[in-house]
């Protein structure tokens, strides 16, 4: 299993938090970039909310979440979080996540390693 593994989705109210995992295999480097797509439903766009290089290296915020969500690995556990606080409802979407060797851009199609996702619902 070298695709990654998404988990921590859920219901929420407007203006909560959820915390969301991305389990990557031990076979992969875990120095990949690692970045994490959304699809809200009814769409076909699968969009880049944010990224994370190696330790130390840059941090990518899509405008619609900087300042809400936060990006973080834990790399003895060979995994990636993304923590998402002052949900809205336009965050509800499926949650992905994807990896590779470096960067690809902002185009879910361009990284090798993909995940089938996780679902968060944000409604009152």
């Known amino acids: 299993q070298v695709q990654p593994v998404e988990s921590g989705g859920g219901s929420v109210q407007p203006g909560g938090s959820l915390r969301l995992s991305c389990k990557t295999s031990?076979?992969?480097?875990?120095?990949?970039?690692m970045a994490w797509f959304r699809q809200a439903p009814g769409t076909e766009r699968r969009e880049m909310v944010a990224?994370?290089?190696?330790?130390?290296?840059?941090?990518y915020y899509d405008a619609s979440v900087a300042g809400r969500f936060t990006v973080s690995r834990d790399y003895d556990k060979y995994t990636g979080y993304l923590q998402m606080n002052s949900l809205k409802a336009e965050d509800t979407a499926t949650y992905y996540c994807?990896?590779?060797?470096?960067?690809?851009?902002?185009?879910?199609?361009?990284?090798?390693?993909r995940g089938q996702g996780t679902q968060v619902i944000v409604s009152s």
């Open positions: 990224g994370i290089s190696r330790a130390g290296g840059p941090i």
């Open positions: 031990t076979d992969i480097n875990i120095s990949y970039y």
């Open positions: 994807a990896t590779d060797e470096y960067y690809r851009g902002i185009k879910w199609g361009e990284y090798r390693y």
